[in-house]
């Protein structure tokens, strides 16, 4: 017999999963220890909770963000984690993808293929500016639509193939 959990307890217990993950891969701590995993801006953190969602719904079939949507207030994700195997393709940069791009909300995630060799894609967000499509890329700082050969909608914190 399963004992049946509260909305509060799944999103605990979530947040500790994603804590261990964080300190399992990343060797570290949260930047801000007062943020929630699943409402922080730090990337690492936030695939972390991802993670860890996924392996609640795997083991218990329990969504923790409709859970966490019960519980508080928090921001809707800035990823979402998308069903195993549905990986779009890479899009090049055309100009109707970059007039696409602009009207998108700020704060969309894309995959980022950059057009220099040896730089591997990384995720960004987009960034509204006057006349240019750009990208918010973290420790990247910001990267221009013209710096770009391919972009793919962000699914999933693995690496886009």
């Given at each position: ?34 943020s929630t995993y699943r409402g922080t801006q730090d990337t690492r953190a936030r ?115």
């Amino acid at each position: 017999m399963t004992k049946k959990r509260t909305e509060q307890q799944i999103v605990d217990q979530t947040e500790a999963l994603a804590d261990m993950l964080m300190k399992a891969f990343h060797r570290r701590e949260k930047a801000d220890p007062l943020s929630t995993y699943r409402g922080t801006q730090d990337t690492r953190a936030r695939h972390c909770w991802l993670i860890a969602c996924e392996i609640q719904e795997m083991l218990t079939d329990t969504d923790p963000e409709n859970a966490a949507a019960e519980v508080d207030d928090a921001p809707a994700p800035l990823m979402k984690a998308g069903p195993v195997g549905a990986t779009p393709a890479w899009e090049p940069l055309t100009p109707e993808v970059l007039a696409r791009l602009q009207d998108e909300p700020p704060r969309t995630k894309y995959w980022l293929a950059p057009k220099a060799r040896g730089l591997m894609p990384c995720p960004g967000y987009t960034v509204r500016t006057p006349g240019e499509v750009c990208f918010d890329a973290g420790a990247a700082g910001l990267v221009y639509a013209s710096e770009l050969s391919h972009i793919q909608p962000f699914i999933t914190p693995e690496l886009p193939s």
